[in-house]
């Protein structure tokens, strides 16, 4: 039977696959799930090499959709990033908020602080799905909140659409 390895998974089956697979990893300092799910019990290696080429560019996507976020956030017409910050600055308490921000900054608006607090969490991959080739689900905390800013990219990392998910 073939196999093909893959950052962080190690060797897998080209075929008689399992729909689910993941590891936890450390990236920047945070620990992310990365899940690859299969449609198909087989999969063809270039598929697989662009799987690999994807695990490979993470940071770089990470700061990419971090870049996406900030645009989302001061765009007038972009609502995903600004409407999961207010959310979370008119849901959660002041000792929870206090966790993440600084009420004495008279400087960096709170929104601002809770922006720069939006971690990576997890990344899932869809190498032969229909839609989306990954969706990064970023959070200002998985003990705080269950609310994610999700942002679902093609295999080049590009933009699809943002959106707020639990």
């Known amino acids: 039977m073939a196999e093909?390895?893959?950052p962080y998974?190690?060797?897998?089956?080209?075929?008689?696959?399992?729909?689910y697979y993941d590891v936890d990893i450390e990236l920047n300092g945070n620990k992310i799930q990365i899940d690859l799910n299969f449609e198909n019990k087989?999969?063809?290696t270039l598929i697989m090499d662009d799987v690999k080429k994807f695990i490979e560019k993470f940071e770089s996507f990470d700061q990419l959709n971090k870049t996406y976020m900030l645009n989302d956030y001061n765009d007038e017409d972009g609502d995903t990033v600004k409407f999961y910050l207010e959310h979370h600055l008119e849901e959660l308490d002041k000792d929870e908020l206090t966790k993440l921000v600084n009420f004495d900054d008279t400087i960096t608006a709170l929104e601002q602080q809770l922006l720069s607090k939006l971690k990576l969490v997890r990344v899932g991959l869809y190498p032969d799905g229909e839609y989306n080739f990954a969706t990064f689900d970023y959070s200002i905390g998985k003990d705080i909140t269950d609310q994610l800013v999700v942002i679902n990219t093609d295999e080049n990392g590009q933009l699809d659409y943002m959106t707020m998910e639990s």
């Open 9 to 19: 998974f190690g060797n897998l089956p080209t075929e008689n696959l399992e729909e």
């Open 42 to 44: 087989t999969i063809d």
């Open 4 to 6: 093909y390895a893959l």
